[in-house]
């Protein structure tokens, strides 16, 4: 058997993902309140924003799919709210349950990981837009980046969930569905 091994972040689950990851990112009070003070200025970003994240994404055939029948005003709505709240100052257990659900949505109609993940630099390009505009941009841009890698983190918890589940459900129980995925099973 190879070295497999327990580890103590598999322990973490659901609500105590939060904590765990707010306790990585580090933001700071101060980290907070420079996001907080650019919800206006990210709200003024969202047109060009959205426009610039459903263009990619409708060129490209194997995206457009996901988008066909969809009403547009009502996605441009909702990736304009989600990059507003990346500049809410709040980032709780409310804020990552709703990111959770967000990319547990992903999952469950099937879009592959590498879609999401591959928009992040329009997400990046447009929050640095607005940082620009902060009384301090520099703090404001490492604020900015932990914030957005809160919610990769957490968008990417979704998608481990879900595979963990379903393994751990063919094979009867997460723990071998640890070692299958870890590549501990083999003798």
Not at 27 to 48: I, P
Not at 73 to 94: C, K, N, P, T
Request: charged fraction near 30%; proline fraction near 2%; glycine fraction near 6%.
């Amino acid at each position: 058997m190879e070295n497999y091994q327990e580890r103590k972040s598999w322990s973490v689950k659901q609500k105590n993902i939060h904590a765990e990851l707010a306790d990585l990112m580090n933001l700071s009070d101060t980290d907070k309140e420079l996001l907080s003070n650019l919800q206006s200025e990210a709200e003024e970003q969202t047109n060009a924003l959205t426009d610039d994240f459903y263009e990619r994404l409708l060129a490209h055939e194997n995206t457009k799919e996901y988008l066909e029948g969809e009403d547009m005003d009502d996605r441009h709505a909702m990736i304009a709210d989600w990059f507003v709240d990346l500049f809410s100052g709040s980032y709780d257990e409310e804020y990552v349950a709703h990111r959770l659900n967000i990319g547990h949505i992903h999952v469950r109609i099937g879009l592959p990981v590498r879609y999401p993940l591959s928009m992040i630099d329009v997400i990046s390009r447009h929050g640095e837009n607005v940082v620009a505009k902060s009384s301090d941009p520099e703090q404001a841009k490492r604020a900015f980046q932990k914030a957005l890698s809160l919610d990769i983190a957490v968008f990417n918890q979704a998608y481990e969930d879900r595979q963990l589940k379903h393994l751990a459900d063919l094979v009867g129980g997460e723990r071998l569905a640890r070692r299958l995925l870890t590549g501990g099973a083999g003798g």
